[in-house]
C-alpha cells in the first residue's frame, strides 16, 4: 500500500514538473549555451568583461532576441 501510494505520488510530481518545462519553452532549446565561449564566459568571464567578450556575444547570438523596455507596462 505504501509502494502505491509513492508511486501515485511521483507520478504526479513528474507530472506536474513536465508540464511546466513545456509551458516554459525548456524543451525548444538543444543546449544551455550558444558556444563554448559562451559556456566559458558565463562560468569565469562574467566577473571581469571585455570587448572581445562583447564582440562575440553580439556574432554568437548568447542572448537572444532582444526585449525592448517600454517604460509604464
Known amino acids: 500500500m505504501k509502494k502505491a501510494i ?23 532549446h538543444d543546449t544551455m549555451y550558444k558556444s563554448w565561449d559562451h559556456m ?12 572581445a567578450d562583447n564582440q562575440k556575444s553580439v556574432e554568437q547570438g548568447w ?7 517600454v517604460p509604464g507596462q
Open 63 to 69: 542572448w537572444g532576441i532582444e526585449v525592448p523596455y
Open 40 to 51: 566559458i564566459y558565463s562560468w569565469y568571464g562574467y566577473r571581469h568583461p571585455t570587448a
Open 6 to 28: 509513492f508511486i501515485i505520488l511521483a507520478l504526479a510530481f513528474i507530472t506536474g514538473c513536465g508540464q511546466s518545462a513545456v509551458r516554459s519553452e525548456y524543451w525548444d
